[in-house]
C-alpha cells in the first residue's frame, strides 16, 4: 500500500526563517522526500541548503538534473530553474516563468500532484502575491494533504491568505506546529475522500507540467487549454488564454508563461509604469528639442518662431507633470 511520503513546501519572503524553524521538526531516520522553492533572485547565490543542513537533522542540497528522489532529504530549487518530480526524479529545467517567477511554487506542486497524487503532503508558507495557490489546488484535487501557515503569524501573509481565499485546506496552523504534524502524517494511508480531477483536467496538469520542464508550448495545444482573452502577457506580449480552476481563474500564454489574476495585474502595473516613464522621456526630449529650436531662432533674428517654440516647450512641460504626477499618484498636483 502506498503511504504519504512526498513532501512538498513553497516559500518566499520571509520563508528562510519559517524553513529552518520546519526542517528542525524532521528526525534523523524521516521516511519522507521534501522537495522546497523558496523564491530567489535569478542570480542569487543561495546559501539555503548549507542553511536548512544546519537546523535539522537532514541533509539538503540543490538537486541535479536528473537526479533520483530519496526519502530523508531535502531538494531546494536551484535559482533561476524551476524543479519538478517525475519518474522517481528530478529535473532542472529553465522553463517558462510562472507568476513572474522561476523556480516557481506552482509547478512543484503540480508535478508533484499529478506524479504522486494522494501520496504528496504540500505546504505554503509566508510569502508575497499568489504563488503556490494553484500547485497546492492541484494537490488537493488529486488526493494529497494540504496545509498553510496560519496568515495571522506569518511574516507575510499573501500567499497562504490567498490560498485560504480561493478554497479549503485541511490545516491552518502556525509553523511552530506544522513540521510535527507532517511527521505524523508520513507513512499514513493516503486519504481517498478527496475528489480527483477528470481526464481532461490531469491531461493539462501534464501539459502545463512539461512546458515547464521546457517542452515546446506552442505545439502543447495551450491555445485550446481556455478560454481566449483580450489580455497580453507582460512577459512576451504573446496572447493570453484564461483557465478556470476551482472558483478562480489563471491565465497562461502561448509561449508558456503563466499567472494568477493576481501575479498578472502585478505585472500590469508594473508594464504600464515602464510605459509611462517612457513617455516622460519622450516628452523631455520634445522639451529639449523646443528649447534649443527657440534659442537658435532667436539668433537668426526669427522671433515669431521662437515665439512659437517656447510655447510648444511649455505645453510639453505640463504633459510631463501631468505624467509625472501619474507616477507618483499625487492626488493634489499642487502638493509637493
Known sequence: MEKQNIVVVGSSAGGVMALKELVSSFPKNFEASICIVQHLAADANSQLPSILSAAGSLPAVNPKDGQKLQPGHIYIAPADRHMILFDEQILVKKGPKENRFRPSID????????????????????????????????????????????????????????????FEVDYVLPIAEIGALIVRLVNKQPNDSHAELNEQQKKQLHIETEIAAQRYAFDSGIREMGQKTDYTCPECGGALVGIKEGCGMRYRCHTGHGFSAQSLMTDIVEVTEINVWSALRSVEEGIMLMEQSATQAHTTGQPGLAEDFSQKSQQLRAKSKLLLDFLYDNKNPDTV
Open 107 to 166: 509547478v512543484l506542486m503540480r508535478s508533484a500532484a499529478i506524479e504522486y497524487g494522494p501520496r504528496v503532503i504540500g505546504v505554503v508558507l509566508t510569502g508575497r502575491l499568489s504563488d503556490g495557490t494553484s500547485g497546492l489546488w492541484s494537490v488537493r484535487e488529486m488526493g494529497g494533504i494540504t496545509i498553510t501557515q496560519s496568515p495571522q503569524e506569518a511574516l507575510y501573509p499573501q500567499m497562504p491568505q490567498s490560498v485560504l481565499d480561493t
